[in-house]
């Protein structure tokens, strides 16, 4: 059975670039008030002649953001959070978590993090019962209590052989995981990919609890946009290796409009995306009545953006 994710997320073994890539760079420490994500120029490609998965991206979170990173398949989101978190060597460019390096981090800032994989592979042979109490010991600061709530609202059998398990139980074991150390910090690839409607609908209330009540920053990577609606207060578009546009939610939707007609070219805002005769603009100021100016859904601005 492959390991990497049955154990703690920082015990995983560090993916490495490519052997032409060279060293990735390193800088010092950020000072204490250094926000949870920060990213300067990371890049990242598999191969010598392919197009670089990210390229020279940026990007930051603040204590508390809740973000949904939105990107069509093959665009990177799960490399990306992989290198956020230091299991993926980039070419080039850092990543820091809590102001430290993301592939140097202490003990302290490990155990600020909470992170559930696209592919959760548990310890098949253990029972839920037995692999929380085998994660327990690495977390000083535990929840015992939120976790039998979630077990029992979730109706987790606790001595079943977790290889017994249908995949939707597996994969809210590995969210109880996640969430039973109260991190400050939540990191989640694909969360609910595996769950029914119902038991989506129960995780995303979880994570907004946890949202509120901690103020808990999340980046959560989904294709399901009806459930990233209910939850991310901002959003993200990954795009050619880098970030497109990132916002609250609400305001992007008030903000960004479809343009079409005669005087679309002159609408004075920031063009994100054409599609033929209809343009795709951030903050249009265009006026007459030779134009038509339509609002937005998000999956409008995940056509254009992603």
Not at 161 to 183: C, F, M
């Amino acid at each position: 059975m492959n390991l990497l994710h049955a154990l703690p997320w920082w015990k995983a073994p560090r993916r490495s670039a490519p052997a032409q890539a060279g060293l990735a760079l390193h800088a010092a420490p950020l000072p204490e008030s250094a926000p949870p994500v920060q990213i300067e120029g990371l890049r990242l490609a598999y191969g010598r002649h392919s197009s670089p998965v990210l390229a020279g991206l940026d990007w930051q979170l603040q204590p508390g953001q809740v973000v949904g990173l939105l990107g069509r398949n093959g665009a990177g989101k799960t490399t990306l959070l992989e290198a956020l978190l230091g299991l993926r060597e980039p070419q080039a460019g850092q990543a820091w978590l809590f102001g430290q390096p993301a592939d140097r981090l202490d003990d302290s800032v490990r155990a600020r993090i909470g992170y559930v994989p696209q592919q959760s592979d548990l310890f098949e042979d253990l029972s839920p019962r037995q692999l929380l109490a085998y994660f327990r010991s690495f977390y000083p600061r535990w929840n015992e209590a939120k976790v039998e709530g979630l077990l029992s609202r979730w109706e987790l059998p606790q001595d079943k052989l977790i290889g017994q398990l249908s995949v939707g139980q597996q994969q809210r074991l590995s969210i109880i995981r996640a969430l039973a150390h109260e991190p400050d910090l939540l990191v989640l690839d694909e969360p609910v990919a595996s769950l029914d409607p119902l038991g989506r609908r129960d995780f995303l209330r979880e994570l907004v609890e946890q949202v509120l009540d901690r103020g808990t920053t999340v980046v959560f990577s989904t294709h399901i946009l009806s459930d990233l609606e209910r939850v991310a207060f901002n959003v993200a578009f990954l795009k050619g290796g880098r970030i497109r546009l990132q916002g609250p939610l609400d305001e992007l939707l008030e903000q960004c409009r479809w343009v079409q007609g005669p005087g679309a070219e002159a609408h004075g805002g920031e063009l994100l995306a054409r599609f033929g005769p209809r343009l795709l603009v951030r903050r249009p100021t265009v006026a007459g009545a030779d134009t038509l100016v339509q609002a937005v859904t998000l999956e409008d601005l995940f056509e254009g953006l992603a």
